[in-house]
Every structure is written in C-alpha cells, then in structure tokens.
T-cell receptor, first 111, second 114 residues
Framework: EDKVVQSPLSLVVHEGDTVTLNCSYEVTNFRSLLWYKQEKKAPTFLFMLTSSGIEKKSGRLSSILDKKELFSILNITATQTGDSAIYLCAVEGGGADGLTFGKGTHLIIQP | ETGVTQTPRHLVMGMTNKKSLKCEQHLGHNAMYWYKQSAKKPLELMFVYNFKEQTENNSVPSRFSPECPNSSHLFLHLHTLQPEDSALYLC?????????????FGPGTRLTVT
C-alpha cells in the first residue's frame, strides 16, 4: 500500500520567517510527487516533481525531490499571512492506489 | 478561475433522497476524477474516468454512482446516503490520461446528509 507522510502536521510562524515542509513516501512504481495548497476548499496545484535534485521554484516557494531517500521538501521564504493554508503532498504511483495524499501540513503565519 | 466547475456548491439532502453532483471542465482534458474530503482525512480518490471510461473505483459504496457522458462532464449520482457521507466532494481533471500531469480541481460541493 502506498504511503505519504507529511511533517510537521501543523506549524505556526511569524510573518517573514522561512518554513520547510516535509513529505516522505513509499510508493510502487513512483511517477511523480505533487504539492498542493489548500485554502478553505479545493486544493490548488503548486509543483509536480519527477526528477531528483532539480529544484522547482515559483516566487517565494520552491521544492525539491530526493528519490533516493524518498522525500521532498517545500520551502517558503519571507512568509506572508496569505501563505496560511494546508499544504498537501501527493504521490502518483503505478499501483492501484493511483494518487495518494498525505494528511497535510497546516501552516499558520502570524502577523 | 480553474477551468473546472462544480454544481451545486452546497447540497443538503436526506438519507432517502436522490441527487446528483455535476462537474464540467473547460480545459480539454481527457481524465476526470471524483475525490472525497472529510474533516479528518486527506483527499480520498473515489473514481477515475479516462477518455470516458471508468478506470478506477476505489472501493466506493454503490450508493455513489458515477457517470461520464463525455470527456468534459462528470456526474456523481447519490442515493440513500448516510450521515457519514457528509463531506466536500471534489472533481478534478488532467491532461493526457489518468494520473498524468497536474490535476486541476474544481471548487467542490459541500454535501450534508441529514
């Protein structure tokens, strides 16, 4: 059975801080790892990672994948209150489970 | 604007009712998905359609019945639901076949079963 474990489950920081969110996984026939940001309702897509060591960047957000150690990190620099959300990690595998999500990291940015 | 729309946005139904959720994507994608998200669980994949064919049924009870008449539309027919079925139901679509590339989510339908 595919597994995705995110840590921490919740995190409270102050505006301007840098945060690192973790995602480790066990999956059959790994295809990709995805990060989503969920505010209020439906998640919005952030990154898809398929290759080790190649950083993906979008503004203050960046992510990298380590396929040897089976984990990914999501970094957010100079955090803002608008970054407060649940950050979901999901792994796409070739098994019957398809896309498996972690439980998410609830990030709270305090002014 | 995600390009994936869902209606209704909110639905309250009794356990004996029959209702349907609708999803429409305007992105030209070939795969569509139904997810369930409850307060304490991560997104749970329910069904996957790839080129209008159902390719995944993730052990979903028969009181949930999907329908995909074409690549742009996806329905979830509901009947004799239970209170524990109350949740946010999300539709998503993706390009290039199931589980490929990024998935675009609709806003969800908040379902309450009374």
């Amino acid at each position: 059975e595919d597994k995705v474990v995110q840590s921490p489950l919740s995190l409270v920081v102050h505006e301007g801080d840098t945060v690192t969110l973790n995602c480790s996984y066990e999956v059959t026939n790994f295809r990709s790892l995805l990060w989503y940001k969920q505010e209020k309702k439906a998640p919005t897509f952030l990154f898809m990672l398929t290759s080790s060591g190649i950083e993906k960047k979008s503004g203050r957000l960046s992510s990298i994948l380590d396929k040897k150690e089976l984990f990914s990190i999501l970094n957010i620099t100079a955090t803002q209150t608008g970054d407060s959300a649940i950050y979901l990690c999901a792994v796409e595998g070739g098994g019957a489970d398809g896309l498996t999500f972690g439980k998410g990291t609830h990030l709270i940015i305090q002014p | 604007e995600t390009g994936v729309t869902q209606t209704p946005r909110h639905l309250v139904m009794g356990m004996t009712n029959k209702k349907s959720l609708k999803c429409e994507q305007h992105l030209g994608h070939n795969a569509m998905y139904w997810y369930k998200q409850s307060a304490k669980k991560p997104l749970e994949l329910m069904f996957v359609y790839n080129f209008k064919e159902q390719t995944e049924n993730n052990s979903v009870p028969s009181r949930f019945s999907p329908e995909c008449p074409n690549s742009s539309h996806l329905f979830l027919h509901l009947h004799t639901l239970q209170p524990e079925d109350s949740a946010l139901y999300l539709c998503a679509s993706s390009q290039g076949g199931q589980f490929s590339y990024e998935q675009y989510f609709g806003p969800g339908t908040r379902l309450t079963v009374t």
